[in-house]
C-alpha cells in the first residue's frame, strides 16, 4: 500500500512539474503584454468579432494559445485576464471542444484522418458552441 500511494505522489509531482513549465511562463507572458499595452491592441482588433461569442477582445489570447498549445497554456491566459463566470463557462465549452490542435493533429495523421476536415469541424463546432453559449446564458 506504502509503495502505491508514494508512487502516486511522485506521478501527481512530475505532473504538478509539467504544468507548472506552462503554467508560469504562459501567465507572466500574458501578465507583460498586459502592462506594455498589446492586450488593449488585440482587445481592439478582436472585439467585433469575439462580440459574437460574448466575450471580450482579449479573450482571443485564450483561444488561440489553447486552440495551438494546450489546454492548460489557456487555463494560464484565462487565468491573467479578469473574466466572470459566464465569460469563462463560454471560453471552456469552446476550449475543450477544440484544443491542441497542432499536437492532436499529429495523432490523426498517423490514424489517417483528413487534417484539414477534422480540424475545421473541430473549430467551427467550438465557434457555433461559444454563439450557442452566448445566445442561452
Known sequence: ???IIWRGLKKAWTTFLELIKILIP????????KYTGVIKIISDL?????SYIGLPGEAVL???TSY???????IAVI????LGVREITILGAMIGIAHSLIIESAVFKK???????????RLS???LAGILLNLVL
Open 125 to 127: 463546432m467550438s465557434i
Open 46 to 50: 478582436f472585439r467585433p468579432l469575439m
Open 111 to 121: 490514424i489517417k484522418i483528413n487534417l484539414i476536415y477534422i480540424n475545421l469541424l
Open 26 to 33: 504562459v501567465y507572466i507572458f500574458v501578465t507583460f503584454l
Open 68 to 74: 495551438l498549445l494546450n489546454i492548460y497554456a489557456g
Open 62 to 64: 485564450a483561444l488561440l
Open 79 to 82: 487565468s491573467s485576464l479578469k
Open 1 to 3: 500500500m506504502q509503495k
